[in-house]
């Protein structure tokens, strides 16, 4: 009796499945052979002439293996950009807002400061920018993980690591600039420096809190990867 | 118009025609589809299971394991609701192409 799990596992050796994979298709290509060998004998073959049919019938092992490697692997749910840019992008973008938002609710709320006229109301916009602008670096950091994880190359992991501030540059360098120009009404009060300021406050420091996190976490998770390679 | 990917039709749609009957597994359907056309339609293992693979992936087939008599486990493939959507096209192709075909023979032999 022959042992056709056996002769098709030495046959598909290198066959390039993870093991659960690989062990369904040699008891389905196993029971194949057995039943056309059994069928062959039942027919009136040899022995010999049986099993050197049914292995015939299997045709080229090689082109067999290919075929059943790129038959069985897996298409990606999602396309590669999603995985790679826009799911980290929207994460970091999220994570960003909640905590902008956690951190005015649960923060320091507005006050009345004395002032020379009186009595001013005064709005803690230090104590919520700064506790945000430091959360950044680790949201940055889990944006550029996710997006190297999924494979993304450099552009698409800062892409997505400076992603929360895209609609403030948006507002800041088109919108408001747009607005100078064509609505006066908006541009009234906006001066230079001020202009500058809200830049800075919200494009350049968080774009720069957000790589902070973003190009250490490109690196080592980089590096981390090519070890997994070396180490097989 | 003739598909490009007739050809590679041909085995999906003789899979799909004889899965229609019922559900069977891989080397019944392969031994059927010899038998049904008489000798003249054979698959090798390097030609089904890839193939059925890939119509399960397509989500035509579907495929389960159960325990035959002996006790070996066998997968057996069933038809899928998108799988009898897809022969009516495949179908129709085919049909087209043999029409094209018999037309053109008549005309080369007059």
């Known amino acids: 009796m022959h042992d056709w799990a056996q002769i098709v596992r030495d046959r598909l050796a290198t066959l390039a499945l993870d093991d659960e994979d690989a062990a369904q298709v040699f008891d389905e290509l196993t029971g194949h052979l057995e ?3 059994r069928s062959l004998l039942s027919e009136g073959c040899s022995e010999e002439e049986a099993v050197r049919r049914a292995l015939a019938g299997a045709g080229d092992w090689q082109v067999l293996q290919r075929k059943i490697e790129s038959s069985r692997k897996k298409e990606p749910s999602m396309p590669k950009r999603v995985m ?10 999220l994570l960003s807002m909640a905590c902008l938002a956690l951190i005015q609710i649960f923060g320091p709320s507005p006050w009345f400061a004395p002032a020379i006229n009186g009595w001013r109301f005064v709005a803690p916009v230090g104590l919520v920018y700064i506790p945000w602008v430091f959360t950044l670096p680790f949201i940055g950091a889990l944006g ?7 494979g993304g190359r450099a552009r698409a992991v800062f892409s997505a690591t400076i992603f929360p501030i895209l609609p403030y540059t948006v507002f800041f360098i088109i919108g408001l600039a747009i607005a100078m120009v064509l609505d006066d009404h ?12 809200g830049l800075c406050a ?3 420091f968080p774009g720069a809190a957000l790589l902070a996190g973003g190009v250490p976490a490109h690196y080592f998770s980089g590096r981390l990867d090519t070890r997994q390679i070396y180490n097989g | 118009m003739i598909g490009t990917g007739i050809k590679k039709g041909t085995a ?17 359907l392969s031994r059927r589809i010899e038998a049904q056309t008489k000798g003249l ?7 089904l299971y890839p193939m059925l693979y890939r119509m399960e992936q397509r989500r035509w087939i579907r495929g389960a394991w159960e325990t035959a008599c002996s006790g070996r486990r066998r997968r057996c493939y069933r038809l899928t609701r998108q799988g009898k959507k897809k022969l009516q096209p495949l179908r129709a192709e085919w049909s087209e192409l043999f029409t094209a075909l018999r037309r053109l023979t008549k005309v080369s032999n007059a």
């Open chain 2, 41 to 47: 339609l054979s698959f090798s293992l390097a030609a």
């Open chain 1, 84 to 93: 790679q840019f826009w799911i980290p992008a929207f994460v970091t973008l």
């Open chain 1, 186 to 197: 908006v541009a009234r009060n906006l001066t230079i420096p001020m202009f500058f300021v």
């Open chain 1, 35 to 37: 039943q056309d060998y």
């Open chain 2, 12 to 28: 999906e749609l003789a899979i799909l025609s004889v899965l229609q009957d019922g559900p069977l597994h891989g080397y019944e």
């Open chain 1, 202 to 204: 919200w494009v350049i």
């Open chain 1, 144 to 150: 550029a993980y996710l997006s190297n994880r999924a």
